[in-house]
């Protein structure tokens, strides 16, 4: 039998399927991605527009501010530094920002505030703790363990029992008190804690010299030079010894109690007499 040659059928060679399988792949890849787009833009226009109802909420605005910890400072000193708080979206206003406003005051060393859902911001204040009454330049001024000076002092605060302290100024003279004297004379005061029937007695500390403390006690005229170490003990050796030393020395211009041994005493207009402690 003859071999029937048969025509070629072209219809179905690879390359005249390839173009139409393309086209549909690329059209399930986009359609899927267009509608993800849609929905997700909708996602973000939602959370948007609930967050903006939210900041503008009634019911999520502040309107009650709880102060505590304040002593010296008013609650109305303390709402008005806050002055504008009120209002605003409890969830987005800038607590921090408010925070800093607050520790601009000079009574306040540290301040928290703190939401509490559904109106109101608890402050917590951390007043500073004024260690002695600074003379700065003439004018006395409360001022803390660091120096800080808190306020200028007068009749408002007669109810502070505090020590007058010089030499808390710079030695160049100028106006800013230096934190290193001012921590002198903070450890002189605290060192006087422990016994406070002479603690009550200090009033006036002279730190101009870092290295010699001197102290005048109420009911005593004389200046006592404790230096820089060992006040507490050399202040109760002092008031042992007065009154035998006013024997011998009836006006004292200084009592020098920084030796062991030995008190040097220097009568008003005379010179430095040397006296043994144990007599």
Avoid: C
């Amino acid at each position: 039998m003859s071999a029937v040659a048969a025509p070629a059928d072209r219809r179905f060679r690879r390359h005249h399927v390839k173009p139409a399988r393309r086209r549909r792949q690329w059209r399930a890849w986009i359609a899927p991605g267009l509608k993800y787009s849609a929905i997700a833009a909708l996602l973000v226009f939602g959370v948007y527009r609930g967050g903006a109802v939210a900041a503008h909420a009634h019911v999520l605005q502040i309107d009650r501010i709880v102060v505590s910890g304040n002593v010296r400072l008013s609650k109305g000193e303390v709402l008005t530094m806050l002055g504008g708080l009120r209002g605003e979206s409890l969830l987005f206003t800038d607590l921090d920002a408010w925070r800093k406003r607050l520790q601009a005051s000079p009574w306040v060393r540290e301040a928290a505030l703190r939401r509490s859902l559904p109106s109101t911001v608890d402050v917590a204040i951390v007043e500073r703790q004024p260690m002695g009454v600074g003379r700065i330049n003439g004018e006395m001024y409360l001022v803390d363990e660091h120096g800080v000076i808190i306020d200028q002092y007068g009749p408002q605060y007669a109810d502070l029992d505090l020590p007058i302290v010089d030499g808390l100024t710079m030695s160049d003279g100028g106006s800013l008190t230096d934190e290193a004297r001012a921590e002198f004379a903070a450890r002189v005061i605290a060192s006087l804690r422990p016994a406070p029937r002479i603690a009550r007695r200090l009033s006036q500390i002279d730190v101009a010299d870092l290295h010699n403390a001197l102290v005048i006690l109420s009911g005593d005229a004389a200046v006592v030079q404790l230096g820089d170490d060992q006040f507490l003990p050399r202040l109760q050796t002092y008031l042992d010894l007065a009154a035998a030393l006013r024997q011998r020395v009836p006006n004292i211009d200084y009592v020098d109690m920084r030796f062991d041994d030995r008190v040097y005493v220097r009568p008003a207009g005379k010179p430095v007499r040397a006296m043994d402690k144990k007599r």
